[in-house]
Each structure stands twice: as C-alpha cells, then as structure tokens.
C-alpha cells in the first residue's frame, strides 16, 4: 500500500480516535511507504468524503450555541468547538495528501506531518473534555472548513489558497483572544485549556507557513503573482473575509508578507 492510499483509506474512517491513531501511525510510517503519482479515485466515493461519526450534530454556523468560557458548560462548548475543527483539520490534511496529483514528495509528506499534529492536538482536547465529564459530540458542531475543501476540492491553487492560508489562519487570530478570556476566568480547567491551546498555536503557524509556501510554489510554477490571484479566488469562491484585530507577528511567522497583512487590514 502506498502512502496516498493509506491517507484516503483514513480519511474514510468515521471513528474519531480510530481516525487519529491511523493518522499518527502513518506518519510513524511514512519513510517506509512510496508515494503515488496518481490518486487512488477508485477507492472511495469523493462524495461520501469524509468519514465522520453520527455525534457531533452538524448544523448550520448560526445555529451552534455560543461559547462563552463564563460558565463550565460555556467552557465544555468552546473546547468541543476547537476539538471539532481539529478533528476537521486532520481530515482536510489527509484530503490535500490523497487528492492532488503531480507534487513533489515533499508536499505530501508536509500535509501528512500536519495530519499527525492535528490528530495530537484533537486528542489533547478530548482529553481535556473528559476530564470535565464530556466528551466530542457531546454538542452540536458547524462544518465550515469541509465546506471550502469541498469547493476548492479541483483545484490545488485554490485550496492552497483558501484552507490553510484563510480558514485556518483564522486561528492564528482568535486562539490569542480566546485564551486571554480563559486565564481571566482562571479556574484551573480555564487555565489547562489555555495551556492546551499555546501548543495548538505553535504547531499552526508551521500548518499556515506550509499553506504559504505550497501556495507560493505553485504560484510560481504557473507564472501567477500570489497576492493579485489570492484576491481573485477569495472573490471566485466566495471566501470569508476576515476580519481584525490580527495576530500580524504569527502571521509573518506563517509567511505572510507585509503586502497581504495590508490587504487583511482593508476589509
């Protein structure tokens, strides 16, 4: 079995720790496996993609209850929001391992190490869920991020573009806010998440730094200028735009330039 097979066969998966133990055992893996020139499509109906398990309830944005880490539920809600994008993360670096043909090994041995660390980050987060007598799908979840790799699921510029370099950097901007939140409430359960989530922020910014480069270099194989094209697909595929306040200092760690922090500041 080769690498990129592995990864679709574990994308497939609907166990959420079944699904983060596979990821982390084929990175363990990985120097041992040949990696595909062509994806394995007759594997899997792309549509059925991803596999995931019948709780969390997956609802609209605007339907999942607020977060507010006032309260231990509240608390309980915000980490099982977390831990829901994670679990999504892990499937969408999968996704971007299995999906694309014609990369350079490097790339996929990239979104494979960021599959790893998602799948470590998910568990820290159910671990801690648990430890406050919860545990994922307890609470409903929204699927914003499937959402985009669906849309970008033809085109590796775009999803280069707008996963990493968009959806998840978001991330880099809120995780600083919500952490400041839980340390005034201070409970030690408040202050463990916020610990939990230093770790998710260090590891994220390499996630975004490996979106910007892949993006960059395919940028420059096609001849495209990077900042005028990204503008042109958040508009094409009808990316969010984010708004501040931004974590501009974990953003150039990600790659961004000073040119596109500019960009993000205009709306």
């Not at 998910?122 to 799908?137: A, I, K, P, T, V």
């Not at 490996?210 to 900042?227: F, V």
Request: proline share 6%; with cysteine; hydrophobic share 45%.
């Amino acid at each position: 079995m080769n690498l990129r097979q592995r990864a679709l066969q574990i994308l497939c998966l609907s166990d959420p720790e079944e699904k983060a133990a596979a990821a982390l055992d084929l990175q363990a893996q990985a120097a041992t496996l040949s990696i595909a020139q062509k994806a394995p499509t007759a594997l899997v109906d792309a549509s059925a993609l991803p596999g995931h398990p019948e709780r969390p309830a997956l609802l609209r944005h605007t339907e999942v209850a607020r977060r507010s880490p006032a309260t231990a539920e509240g608390r309980a809600i915000l980490i099982h929001a977390i831990a829901h994008i994670e679990f999504n993360a892990i499937n969408l670096a999968l996704d971007a391992v299995w999906r694309f043909d014609g990369m350079p090994p490097a790339y996929y041995l990239d979104w494979l190490r960021v599959a790893a660390e998602e799948a470590r980050h998910f568990r820290l987060l159910r671990e801690h869920l648990h430890r406050q007598g919860h545990d994922y799908g307890d609470f409903p979840a929204h699927q914003g991020l499937w959402t985009m790799c669906e849309k970008t699921q033809h085109d590796i510029v775009a999803r280069m573009a707008l996963v990493p370099r968009t959806m998840e950097a978001r991330g880099l901007d809120a995780t600083p806010q919500i952490q400041r939140k839980l340390r005034q409430v201070a409970t030690p359960d408040a202050l463990a998440a916020a610990d939990i989530l230093d770790t998710i922020l260090h590891d994220e910014v390499g996630h975004v730094a490996i979106g910007n480069h892949w993006y960059r270099w395919l940028c420059a194989r096609q001849g495209l200028d990077p900042e005028t094209l990204y503008g042109q697909l958040v508009r094409q595929y009808e990316a969010p735009r984010l708004k501040p306040p931004f974590n501009e200092a974990a953003r150039r760690s990600a790659g961004f330039t000073e040119a596109e922090l500019r960009w993000l500041q205009q709306g």
